[in-house]
Structure formats: C-alpha cells, structure tokens
C-alpha cells in the first residue's frame, strides 16, 4: 500500500512539476534555514562537552560584595588566589582533581632564527588529568611534570617546526631559558572555553615570577578548573569552597564558589550572584527563529497544496465512488508530503553543507557535519517526520474530506469552509515574518547605535605595540618613541599598564575624604605613561595629564567622571587618596571613555603615572603620512632597537570592533533568515492568490463581460488580501514590541523602541504583498473571459 501510494505521489509530482517545484524549493529553503540554525544551537549548546568527565568539571568563580550589590567574577576570569586549587584538594575530600590557570598573550618563542609569539597557559599537571585532550604525542601522564616541560597544539607544531617532529626539541622561551617539547595535543575546537597554543607548568611560572611565593588569600590573578570526585558531591564541595576564603581572611568580602564548566559558556551573566542567563538566552532565541522558519515553510506547503483543490477533487472523488475510504486517500496525500519532504531535505542538506564554509566565515566560528553521528540522522529523520506531516495534515484532512456528488457536479460547493482556516495561516505566516522584520531592524538599530556612540577616545590612528624584550628598558623605550618620532610616523606616545581595550585591575582598597565607614566600592586603576590622555585622544575636564615636567607626578591620580561620582567629591583636584599605605593627589578629572563596550556604562577607574608597571606602548599615528609605509617604519625601528622580538602592531578600533561580535552574530542572523522567512511567506501568500483565483476564476470572467476594467478587478482582489496583511501586523506588532523590549533591557545604553520600525515593517509586507499579488491576478484578469464561461 505504502509503495503504491508513493508512486502515485511521484506520478502526481511529475505531473504538475510546477508546482512540485515550488513546493520542493519553499520546504527546501525552510529547512535549510532551520538545519543551519540547528547547527548554530547546537555548536553554541555543545561548548566544552567534548570531554569525557564534563558531568564531574567545575569552573571556580568568584563573588564579591560591595555596597550592597555582588559582584561576580566569572569561569575565565583572574580573580582567584593561587592557593585555593591546592588547598582544595588536601582539604575538601569530594575535590578529585585541581589546576590553577594563568593566561599569557603573545608570549614570545624561538626555534632557531625564527621567533613567534603564542597564547600560553600557565597550569598544573593535573590539568590534562582534568580536560582529555586528544594527544597527537606525547603521554599525558609525564607531558607536564617537568617544570621545563612545553606542550603545544598541533597547528603551533606544524608553524614552528613543520614536517619535523617536535618530540624532544627545545625552544628558547623569551629570549632566556630552554624549554624542551614534551607532547603535541589536537588543536582545541573553538567552542572551548580554554582557548590556547602553548601548556607551560606552573612551577615554571613560580621560577619566573618570585613575587608569587609572597601572595595570599587576598590576591586575585588566576582562575581555577577543579574535578570532582562524583557529579553528586557538588553540593558538599561548593559548601565547603565557599568557606575557604573568609576562614583564611576572615574580613574578606570574597566567596568563591563551584560553577559548572559546561555551563559556563551559556550562563555567563550573573545578577547577585546567581546566574541570571546570558547566551542561553541568544540560543534560544535562535531555537525558536529555527522552528518557526520550518514552521511557515509547513504552512506555505499547505497553502500551496490546497490551491490545487480544484484539481485534484475530480480524483478523490473518483477514489470514493470506486470505493477508497477517507483514510486511505489521507494517506495518499500524506505519502504525497513525505515524498517532497525528503526530496526537499536531499536538498537542504547539500545546500546546507555548500553554504557552511561562508556561514562559518561570517561569524568566525567552526561548525562542522559529523556524517558519523547518531544524533545528525536522528535530528534529520524527526525533520522529515515532522515537515512531512505538519505539512501534509491539512491537505489531507481537507482534501479526503470532499464529497463525490458535489465535486463530480462542479468545484465550486467543495471546500468553501477551508478559507477561513488557509487566511488564518496565511495571517499566522506573515505575523512570524512581519515580526522577525521588526527584531531584526530594531537588532540592526541598536548595533549602529553603541557602533557609532562616541567612545570618549580618538580610535583611529591608533595602535598598540608590547613592551618586550629590551623595550622593557626606559631608555630603549624611549629610543624607539624618539626614532619615529623623528621619522614622522608618530604624533605622540606613551605607555600603559594593559592594552587600552583590555581590562584590567581593580581593588576596593581606596580611602577618600567622605568614604562611609561600611562603603566598599571596587574600582578599576591603570598605570600609564606621560601624555596618556593626549596621546589616546580623552578630553580632560579639569586638571592636567601626567606629565615629564612635573616630579611629583609619580604620587599624583587622574580620575574619570565615574569615579568622581562614585566617591561623591564636590571639588576633586588637590583631593588626597589613600591607597593601601600610599597617598595619591588627584591632579586632573577625565571624561569617561569607554575601553570595553559602549553598550554599558564605564566603571569608575583611577589612572597612575607608573612607569615601570606599563607593558604596552601606545602611538598616535600620523595622519598626513601613508598608513602602510607607518606601519611599516614602525616595524623598522622596532627591528633595529629590539631584534630579538618581532614587532606585533595592533590596531585599536579593530579590537574595538572584536567586541561586538556577539552582537553582530545576532543582527546577521536576525536579517539572514528574517528575508528568507519573507521569501518562503510570498511563496504561501502566492498559493493562496492561486486558490481564490481559481474560485473566483468565473466572476472575472462574467465582471469583464459586464465591463469592469483591469483596474477595478486587481482592487477587487487585493483588497481581501491587504486585510489579511493588515491583521499580520496587528499580531505582530505587539509580540515584536515585547520581545525587542526585553532584549534591549540588558544594555545599559540603549535606543527607544520608536514607531518607525512597524511602520517600515508594515509598508514592507504590504509592497511584497501588492506585488506577489498583482503579478498573479493581472494574469488571470488579462486572460480572455470565454476560457472560463465557454463550458456554462
């Protein structure tokens, strides 16, 4: 029966290959929508749970209460005292494993003339007990016991010593000290939360920074990864995790506590210390985008189906007098609907494959098709089921319902009732798509709007080199500054403790004239050079910047607008702050400048003229002189006073820009498959004007008998459908509107929902209408009334 059924359906699909057409590429690009944003949930969904004891994997974050509020430092952030991953595994007994975790960028390597800067983790050997990686060589058990010992990603390998294997071989580690390669790990995919090329030990990291042995309870600069011994002791180990900072420093406002790993991706926003979502939310979102994508292709197969009701009447109902039950003939239909759902998911699938590579460009992510997983084919196979039979559910339940004796005396009694039900999806059609036009415009408006807020700083022209190997010198630093100075290439210089779109550190340590005996307010301080607000292009409000010619400037504070208010100082120049047992003058107030994003509001952040804490150096470029030839000058003199480091140039308004990438993933994808719903929805609102055409095929015709003209028939016609229109948007607007509320809600800085988004939305759906309509009617009132009435 099955078998039958389907070549009926095959004969039918090659018999009005029109519409086959139609119906096959409108379930074709539904589902290549849904299967690419399935992929993208999934890619998001599966972040870290590539390893095999993720179940047991806690992150450890870090609370702080002050004035009040929590403040909570994240999975990745360095906030953590370096004694707390030991102390957990002698003291707290459900603890299995645990590694400290200090990040280093651009730390510098060589390998015989050639020197390459690479991301390093400084860990524990326990580290590689706690994340399997995929060893390429090398043995994970010995990998990291030497202190000497390196650890590279295969992808490191292959820059540094090509087809050679590396087992064995030394690399000279900045310049000083001889390193020797123990193991070769799989490159860690990118939806991993610890991203590096380079594993060094800690007890390396000890040798190198001495000042590590004198830290305690109160010092924050790593991050933790611990594994437990069983998923059902997170309740005893959290407990006794949040206990160990305050029994080591009874006065602490810190709580550490246990977050899980695969969690941590998703949930990273967290209000009061509880995790209150994050990109959980956007993959949800995401989810829902895909259903309803497959759901306005289900209803465009049903409009299109039924709009050949006329057609295939005269065949159901020669089935019933010959005999053929209801269900039968539902059967037939829904046979009809598999069949163009598989052919249109053999499609979507090779469309979807061609397509990956460029979606995976636009958002610089690494999605990839596992032809080997259970989970692709079963996800495909629930995709054909469901398209196959929410698509074919009410062609078959409407069609199989027609009478024998009205549709072999004529159509036109048969099936009036479904045309309530077919506007009905058509409004539902258009709702979906009207409202994903309204997101994705107000998604677009709200990415212009924190792209182009001023950042308070002069981003162009600026770049950014580290201060390594001899620029770590003054007089070498300031060799190099006079060099391009005297070339041209530069405007100004000077120097700073992070990159300028960095963050950096904070402390809650500051005493001022005013401070509340209970007030605790964390702060974020920088050390700089001379000339910093200068050279970055910040408006000074009151006061002055650091300057050369002024020797007292090492005891002197900048302070911006946020910290001012924060320490509610009336008059702030001259204002003595105590930090720790050091006493600072405030010599000048600065305007808020936003270093991290302009969706948010800039924290309060105190500036120090400290030379020797700076690590980057930071150029005003020159803006009369080729911007190539520049950077290139700059590599130059950086060659010549620093030959052993290679000169790393980094541009500011692109690490400016690297910040709104989430953003701008959600505003491509938003516009993306917001135009292909649109597309599949003229698809279904053209089935619809085929169906009524059909049905009104011979008022037309008698209208033009009697003398109506093409004007009055296409009004006739679209007035019908500019009401259904009309009720899309009236179901739209207010869902649109909630939704795009709520989402602005997590900026800070945010624009209005204004009228002008519906009304553009609005005027779109009526344009696409007008026109998908018109284009079909003009045809059948231009055809020749005797067609239609030569049979009456």
């Known amino acids: 029966m099955l078998i039958f059924n389907l070549k009926i359906a095959f004969r039918n699909l090659l018999k009005y290959k029109g519409f086959s057409l139609i119906n096959i590429g409108g379930l074709a690009i539904g589902m290549t929508c849904c299967l690419?944003?399935?992929?993208?949930?999934?890619?998001?969904?599966?972040?870290?749970?590539q390893f095999r004891n993720i179940d047991r994997i806690y992150a450890v974050c870090k609370n702080y209460k002050a004035s009040g509020e929590t403040l909570t430092y994240g999975a990745t952030s360095d906030a953590l005292p370096q004694l707390l991953g030991p102390s957990s595994v002698q003291n707290i007994p459900q603890v299995e494993f645990a590694s400290r975790i200090a990040r280093r960028w651009g730390i510098l390597f060589n390998y015989g003339q050639n020197s390459?800067?690479?991301?390093?983790?400084?860990?524990?050997?326990?580290?590689?007990?706690?994340?399997?990686?995929?060893?390429i060589k090398g043995n994970p058990a010995t990998a990291l016991t030497d202190p000497n010992a390196i650890l590279i990603t295969e992808s490191t390998a292959k820059s540094l010593f090509g087809t050679t294997d590396p087992i064995g071989k030394s690399l000279k580690l900045d310049n000083r000290k001889y390193l020797h390669v123990t193991a070769v790990i799989a490159d860690p995919p990118k939806n991993q939360t610890y991203k590096f090329d380079v594993l060094l030990t800690w007890a390396l990291l000890e040798q190198e920074s001495p000042w590590l042995a004198g830290t305690d309870w109160g010092s924050g600069f790593c991050n933790t990864v611990i594994q437990l011994k069983n998923p059902d002791d997170f309740k005893a180990a959290d407990a006794q995790i949040r206990k160990m900072i305050s029994t080591h420093q009874p006065k602490s406002k810190a709580e550490a506590f246990l977050f899980p790993l695969k969690k941590s991706h998703l949930y990273d926003n967290f209000e009061n210390g509880r995790a209150t979502g994050g990109k959980i939310d956007q993959v949800k979102l995401f989810l829902f985008l895909a259903f309803c994508v497959l759901l306005i292709a289900c209803i465009n197969y049903m409009n299109l189906s039924t709009a050949r009701s006329e057609k295939r009447a005269r065949e159901v109902g020669v089935r019933k007098t010959l005999g053929s039950s209801r269900r039968s003939i539902a059967l037939q239909f829904f046979a009809e609907s598999l069949l163009l759902s598989f052919l249109a998911i053999g499609i979507a699938f090779v469309l979807t494959e061609a397509a990956l590579p460029y979606f995976n460009n636009l958002l610089d992510i690494q999605m990839l098709i596992s032809y080997s997983s259970i989970t692709l084919w079963a996800t495909l196979l629930l995709l054909l089921l469901f398209t196959g039979f929410v698509a074919g559910s009410y062609p078959a339940f409407y069609l199989s319902s027609f009478v024998p004796v009205k549709v072999l005396k004529g159509f036109n009694g048969a099936g009036r009732s479904s045309l309530p039900l077919r506007r009905i999806l058509v409004v539902l059609q258009f709702g979906f798509s009207i409202c994903m036009i309204i997101s994705a415009i107000i998604i677009y408006n709200q990415i212009h709007f924190i792209e182009q807020k001023p950042l308070g700083f002069d981003q162009n022209n600026l770049v950014q080199v580290e201060r390594s190997g001899s620029l770590k010198t003054r007089s070498k630093a300031e060799l190099f500054k006079a060099e391009l100075l005297k070339a041209g290439v530069i405007s100004s210089a000077t120097e700073m403790s992070n990159g300028l779109t960095n963050g950096g550190d904070n402390s809650s340590a500051f005493e001022w004239p005013g401070k509340f005996a209970d007030e605790i307010i964390v702060m974020n301080y920088r050390a700089t050079g001379f000339n910093f607000m200068k050279t970055i292009g910040a408006k000074m409000l009151l006061g002055r910047d650091f300057s050369e010619k002024f020797a007292m400037d090492s005891s002197a504070v900048i302070l911006n607008e946020s910290t001012v208010k924060a320490m509610r100082l009336k008059q702030p120049l001259g204002t003595r702050i105590r930090w720790d047992k050091a006493v600072f003058t405030v010599i000048g107030v600065v305007k808020d400048y936003n270093y991290e994003s302009t969706a948010f509001k800039v924290s309060?952040?105190?500036?120090?003229?400290?030379?020797?804490?700076?690590?980057?150096?930071?150029?005003?470029l020159n803006p009369t002189q080729n911007l190539s030839r520049s950077i290139q000058k700059i590599r130059d003199i950086g060659a010549a006073i620093n030959p052993a480091y290679p000169t790393d140039i980094q541009f500011i308004d692109q690490n400016m820009a690297d910040k709104f990438s989430n953003e701008r993933t959600m505003g491509v994808l938003s516009n993306l498959f917001g135009g292909f719903a649109i597309?599949?929805?003229?698809?279904?609102?053209?089935?619809?004007?085929?169906?009524?055409?059909?049905?009104?095929?011979?008022?037309?015709?008698?209208?033009?008998?009697?003398?109506?003209?093409?004007?009055?028939?296409?009004?006739?016609?679209?007035?019908?459908?500019?009401?259904?229109?009309?009720?899309?948007?009236?179901?739209?607007?207010p869902v649109a509107y909630i939704f795009s509320t709520n989402w602005l809600q997590k900026y800070d800085y945010r624009i209005a929902v204004s009228v002008w988004p519906f009304f553009l939305a609005a005027s779109i759906s009526l344009l696409i209408t007008l026109l998908t309509i018109s284009i079909q009617t003009f045809k059948i009132a231009a055809s020749n009334p005797a067609d239609a009435l030569k049979h009456e």
């Open 604 to 620: 309060p952040t105190l500036f120090f003229s400290a030379y020797k804490e700076t690590n980057v150096m930071l150029f005003r």
């Open 116 to 135: 390459y800067k690479r991301n390093v983790y400084f860990v524990d050997p326990s580290f590689l007990k706690i994340l399997d990686y995929r060893f």
């Open 679 to 733: 597309f599949i929805s003229c698809l279904g609102l053209l089935g619809l004007v085929l169906y009524i055409a059909e049905q009104r095929k011979k008022e037309i015709s008698i209208r033009k008998v009697l003398g109506a003209d093409m004007k009055n028939i296409l009004m006739l016609l679209n007035r019908d459908f500019i009401k259904l229109i009309l009720y899309s948007n009236l179901i739209a607007f």
């Open 36 to 49: 690419m944003l399935l992929l993208y949930v999934n890619y998001e969904w599966s972040y870290d749970k």
